[in-house]
């Protein structure tokens, strides 16, 4: 069964940074994609960055400079926030592409952890 696993989330202030860990663990195969989103109460998640099967790291324009999303196993990557603002608090989650045996790719997601930034 294949579980996602986060941590790293706390309560920092305004202009600290932050790492984030993601964990996969249950999968015979390496995920092709890799992801963070972040959720805020009242809005949809929204991704924050990630890494396609292409290749490549993509940000959201809030987070380009910031953000840094970074591959460090087959199953692990963490997201290092710098310069952390209150606009960035909300529940993060991981997100994890894994190809099946049809060579369909399915989203796992993790249970999320709780950033927060005060000013």
């Known amino acids: 069964q294949v579980q996602v696993l986060e941590s790293g989330g706390g309560l920092v202030q305004a202009g600290d940074a932050l790492t984030l860990h993601c964990l996969v663990s249950?999968?015979?195969?390496?995920?092709?994609?890799m992801s963070w989103y972040r959720q805020v109460p009242g809005k949809q998640r929204e991704s924050v960055a990630s890494?396609?099967?292409?290749?490549?790291t993509h940000y959201a324009d809030s987070v380009k400079g910031r953000f840094t999303l970074s591959r460090t196993g087959a199953n692990t990557v963490y997201l290092q926030m710098n310069s952390l603002n209150p606009e960035d608090t909300g529940v993060y989650y991981c997100n994890a592409g894994i190809r099946n045996v049809n060579g369909v790719i399915l989203d796992y997601w993790g249970q999320g952890t709780q950033v927060t930034v005060s000013s």
């Open positions: 249950g999968s015979i195969v390496r995920p092709t994609t």
């Open positions: 890494m396609p099967a292409d290749g490549g």
